[in-house]
Every structure is written in C-alpha cells, then in structure tokens.
C-alpha cells in the first residue's frame, strides 16, 4: 500500500511562488508515475502536471505550462511542484497522486492519492 502525503501549501500573492513536497511510503516509488491534480470548490479534479517513474518525462497542463515545475528525489521518495507566477485562478486544493499504471491526465485513472493541500493566491 502506498501512502502519500502533502505539505508546502498556504497563502501567496499573485506573481508569488510555492514549492508543494509529496512524501510517499513504500520501496518501489522509483518505478511509480507520480502526479499532481488541483480542485477548486465547485469543480472536477483537474490535471495539472506528471512525472513518469523510468524516464522521468513530464507532461504538464497548457494552464500552468512554463509557471510550474514537477520534478522528483527518488532517494528521498518525493515528488515536488514549484509553482511560480501564481495566478489567483491556482487557488485551488493540490493532490498528489501516484500510479504503477500508465500515467494519464485523467484523474479516475490513478490508483493513489494524497489528502490534499490548499492553495490561495491572492490578487
């Protein structure tokens, strides 16, 4: 079974950064695709970025394309999502996610998930 937990989330003015961190448990993390998603009150959990576990390629959302940045430390079995330029409208709850499976953008197709991190980005 593998846990993941998130931290690093909190209030930030517009044009500010954030670093979120998503310690996962368990030994085979390396081989896991790990990912983030957000949600804002009222709306479905939308992808946001993804790192595939034996390349390390990533993929990210058009929305945060060139502001954000996922990146992993196998050693440390954690994920993490630089968010710079914040926008008010990346306020939202951040999950980590992982999968053994094929990564995609599509939420229901992860099989691990985070308790969630909140974002606030003020104008």
């Known amino acids: 079974q593998v846990q993941l937990v998130e931290s690093g989330g909190g209030l930030v003015q517009a044009g500010g950064s954030l670093r979120l961190s998503c310690a996962a448990s368990?030994?085979?993390?390396?081989?896991?695709?790990m990912g983030w998603f957000r949600q804002a009150p009222g709306k479905e959990r939308d992808f946001v970025a993804r790192?595939?576990?034996?390349?390390?390629?990533?993929y990210y959302a058009d929305s945060v394309k060139g502001r954000f940045t996922i990146s992993r430390d196998n050693a440390k079995n954690t994920v993490y999502l630089q968010m710079n330029s914040l926008k008010p409208e990346d306020t939202a709850v951040y999950y980590c996610?992982?999968?053994?499976?094929?990564?995609?953008?599509?939420?229901?197709?992860?099989?691990?998930w985070g308790q969630g991190t909140q974002v606030t980005v003020s104008s």
């Open positions: 368990g030994r085979t993390f390396r081989s896991y695709s």
């Open positions: 996610a992982g999968t053994s499976t094929i990564s995609t953008a599509v939420a229901r197709t992860w099989e691990h």
């Open positions: 790192i595939n576990g034996n390349y390390g390629s990533t």
